[in-house]
């Protein structure tokens, strides 16, 4: 495969949006690791879940497939790599930027090192991504999806979602 080639796979697969949060593309999201040529010559695309047991993984792999094979790429391998583990400080400013047009909080800065485990809900930094007030409460851990906790303003009145510092 050509440079030009590889390139092109790259700038398509780095097109493809996340199945749950569309607003995201899958190199925002910091879920597209690498796009590369195996050595028997098949292009491989590397992701990381966000969750080891994250439900979108299946339609990720697809849409990758089906994007690739669109723009003429035939032998495609999808890897799952588990190594390092996905971080939402992965998060690129654009998708950053993206989450918060869309109503949706960012993540803070994740939490290093090891992180203690507590059935408590978890204190965050967290503002309204609409009026950006900080006086917001928790209304459940879990939002539309496992990666993101609810929040209301209590300054706008709005619910919100957050996505959580892994």
Not at 7 to 20: F, S, W
Not at 78 to 94: G, Y
Not at 137 to 157: D, I
């Amino acid at each position: 495969m050509s440079v030009e080639a590889l390139e092109r796979a790259r700038a398509v697969a780095a097109t493809v949006t996340d199945p749950e949060m569309p607003m995201l593309t899958l190199a925002d999201l910091g879920v597209l690791r690498d796009v590369a040529v195996g050595a028997d010559g098949r292009l491989v695309v590397s992701i990381t879940p966000t969750y080891s047991g994250c439900p979108a993984m299946a339609t990720m792999r697809d849409d990758l497939v089906h994007r690739l094979q669109a723009s003429g790429f035939d032998d495609i391998t999808v890897k799952v790599s588990l190594h390092p583990a996905w971080t939402s400080d992965w998060i690129t400013q654009r998708g950053r930027n993206a989450l918060a047009e869309h109503g949706i909080s960012p993540p803070g800065v994740a939490p290093s090192g090891p992180v203690l485990l507590s059935l408590l809900p978890i204190r965050r930094e967290v503002s309204c991504p609409r009026c950006q007030s900080d006086d917001v409460s928790l209304t459940s851990e879990f939002g539309s999806t496992a990666c993101k906790a609810m929040y209301q303003c209590r300054a706008c009145l709005e619910p919100f979602d957050h996505v959580k510092e892994i």
